[in-house]
């Protein structure tokens, strides 16, 4: 069965520091999202991409982030100078196009640890 | 008011039991609902779309209620594999590109 893949699966790095997260979509998925969740919190959304344009993002998703697809494959998430408070866990999510009642399937995500 | 609400939960069950979750929304122009769940420190995991008509899978049962803005989701002879928290997720469709917004989730616990 298709899955969404995501690396690395936890990343630890220093506040200030530059951070890029990694997803692969399902392969026939033309639509990506990003969301986090932040321990003991509900999942959050944070942006979603769509032909290779964000279609819409949150108020968290502020100009420290940026998303890219750098090739048919990969779709990424840049936090350019972390903070404390970025230390979540990162999900990646994809959905096909079509009448597929928005399904989204999620990555196994990325433990952001920012010390 | 939230956008989407859950039973705060937690619910500790015994094995065969039968759960029902509930859960409110507050956009009227949601289009699309489900269920996922999440096992601690994992991602959610899709567990049913829920349809205006209603639909089941197996032991699930979803309901959507427009009207009232109202989903629930019942699980009929529970088994120690379905302890999970579970998430009541919402769409709002339109142009919305498909965000999906989150409740708080509820936390199951079955045991023997």
């Known amino acids: 069965e298709p899955e969404v893949t995501q690396t690395p699966s936890h990343q630890v790095t220093q506040m200030g520091q530059e951070v890029i997260l990694r997803c692969v979509p399902i392969s026939n998925h033309l639509y990506f999202y990003w969301y986090r969740q932040i321990l003991g919190q509900k999942v959050e959304f944070l942006v979603s991409f769509y032909n290779n344009e964000i279609s819409e993002k949150s108020e968290i998703f502020d100009d420290q982030f940026s998303v890219e697809r750098p090739d048919g494959s990969n779709f990424t998430l840049k936090i350019r100078s972390t903070k404390l408070e970025d230390s979540a866990m990162y999900f990646c999510?994809?959905?096909?196009?079509?009448?597929?009642?928005?399904?989204?399937?999620f990555g196994p995500g990325t433990r952001l640890t920012v010390t | 008011r939230k956008e989407v609400e859950q039973d705060p939960g937690p619910f500790n069950v015994p094995e065969g039991a039968t759960v029902a979750f509930n859960c409110t929304y507050s956009?009227?122009?949601?289009?699309?609902f489900f269920w996922y769940r999440q096992d601690c420190r994992k991602e959610p995991k899709l567990l049913m779309s829920v349809y205006s008509s209603g639909n089941e899978d197996g032991r699930f049962t979803a309901q959507l209620n427009r009207a009232s803005q109202y989903i629930s989701l019942l699980i009929r002879d529970s088994k120690l594999s379905d302890s999970a928290t579970y998430l009541c997720v919402v769409n709002a469709g339109g142009t919305s590109y498909g965000k999906l917004t989150f409740g708080q989730g509820t936390i199951l616990t079955v045991h023997p």
């Open positions: 999510a994809s959905r096909a196009t079509g009448w597929v009642r928005y399904e989204q399937y």
């Open positions: 956009n009227s122009a949601s289009q699309s």
